[in-house]
């Protein structure tokens, strides 16, 4: 049972370029959320899905775009990578109201 | 709005020594308080939930409390190991409409030094 994964755990980018931050959870449930965390911001919603099939936005949405794959599979995705996009990366999953469970994160550089 | 601050920003205790961590929110309606402990590098892990009616939970050497007519929750650590070393995070369900229903504090980092 391996919870929440991310792939990649590290990236650089150039600015403009585009990247896929893939999550996946086998914990069965049915939201899955992407944050962001700076120094001093804290944990900042980007897009969540409360179930299979739909999208929401969260505080932080410009510049990101979302695809639930499937149950399992949620992924973030940057269209023209920003400078002010360098982050460390979240993905979690929660059953409807209950406790999310985090991914170890992605550390993202936009240079 | 809904907001849950937290404090102090930062701490530094020795090893063995005691410890309370603050948490103020205004969210509403209530539904649920909970705290995450985050270590360095890694994503959060729920220490602890807090209901309405529950005015203090204990997990081990962490002990919760929660003030509902004050809108406060605490988090007290009893003989500070360096392993405690973390951020905390205090998140604070509301039960209004939307599906999305949570707001996060800014955490606390919590350093422990031998």
């Known amino acids: 049972n391996a919870g929440v994964t991310q792939t990649p755990k590290f990236q650089v980018l150039k600015t403009g370029q585009s990247m896929t931050l893939q999550c996946a959870q086998d914990?069965?449930?049915?939201?899955m959320y992407w944050y962001r965390q700076d120094p001093g911001m804290g944990l900042r919603l980007i897009y969540y899905s409360a179930s299979e099939g739909t999208t929401d936005k969260g505080e932080v949405p410009n510049g990101y775009n979302v695809s639930r794959l499937n149950k399992r599979e949620f992924s973030l995705r940057l269209e023209s990578a920003a400078p002010s996009q360098t982050s460390v990366y979240f993905c979690?999953?929660?059953?409807?109201?209950?406790?999310?469970?985090f991914g170890p994160g992605t550390r993202l550089t936009v240079l | 709005k809904n907001q849950v601050e937290q404090s102090p920003q930062s701490l530094i205790i020795l090893e063995g020594k005691n410890c309370t961590l603050q948490?103020?929110?205004?969210?509403?309606?209530?539904?649920?308080l909970r705290w995450y402990k985050q270590d360095t590098g890694r994503g959060p892990v729920s220490l602890t939930i807090?209901?309405?009616?529950?005015n203090t939970k204990s997990n081990g050497r962490y002990t919760a409390t929660l003030d509902a007519d004050t809108k406060q929750s605490s988090l007290h650590i009893t003989a500070s190991q360096l392993s405690d070393s973390a951020s905390y995070i205090c998140?604070?369900?509301?039960?209004?409409?939307?599906?999305?229903?949570?707001?996060f504090g800014k955490g606390t980092k919590l350093s422990v030094i031998p």
């Open positions: 914990m069965n449930h049915n939201s």
């Open positions: 948490c103020n929110y205004t969210v509403s309606p209530f539904s649920n």
């Open positions: 979690a999953s929660s059953k409807a109201s209950d406790e999310q469970f």
């Open positions: 807090m209901t309405f009616s529950e």
């Open positions: 998140v604070v369900r509301h039960s209004g409409a939307g599906s999305y229903q949570l707001t």
